[in-house]
C-alpha cells in the first residue's frame, strides 16, 4: 500500500484518484501525525510525504520514521526545489525528490520504480515459531513483548532465524556476523552465543541456542519437533 501524507486537498485528491485509477492501493493522511501509527500497522511500501504540512515538517517526520526503524521508499514532494533542500532531503532519509507542479506520469513513474525497489528489500520480520526478529529495531519479539538485544548477539539470532532452525557452521556465522576480514576468536562467539541463550530464557524460554560439536550452531524450539 502507498501512504500519501498531504494536507493540500486539491494535489492529495489528484494524487490518490490518479494512482488508485493505474491500479496502486493508496491511504491518504492528511497530517503528518499519522504517520508513524499507520507504518507501524505494516503493509506500506512507499510513502509519498509533503514537505509542508500545517502540524510538522515533512523533513522531521521521515526523520522519525527512520529512527523508527522503518525503510520503506520515501517520495518527498515539495514546492521548493534547490539543491540544499534536495540534500537536506537525502540526509533525512528521503530516496527521492519532486518538485511541486509536476506531471503526473512523472510521478507514476517514479512510484514504479520506489514499488519495485520497496519489493526487493528482505523482510523487516523473521519469523520462526512464536519467535519474531526484528532486523531494524535489533529486537526479537513473542505476543506483543519486545526485546532489545545486544548488536552481535541479534545478528547472530537473525542468521539462525533465517536459516529457520538449520545447522549454521561456526566460521560462516562468524563471517557473517563479524565480517570475514575480522580475527575474532571462537570464545567470542561463545560469548555472544551465552549472551543470546540468556535473552532467550528472559523472553522465550522455549527457544534455545544448540551448538553440536564439530558441525555447528542452530536455533532450536521445544514445540518445534
Ligand atoms: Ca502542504
Redesign the pocket.
Known sequence: MILLV???VAIGSAIHQGLTARGFPIHWLRRGADLLDQAAGGAVSVVIL?L??PDGDGLDLCRALRAAGHRMPVLMLTARGTLDDRLEGFEAGTDDYLPKPFAFAELVARITVLARRAEELPPALIHFGSLSVDRAKGQIIRHDTALTMEPKAHAVLLQLAIQRGALIPRQRLIDTVWGKESSISDNTLDVTISILRRRLSQLAPEFTVRAVKGHGVQLVCDLIP
Do not use: R, S, V
Open positions: 498531504e494536507d493540500d509533503d509542508g504540512l
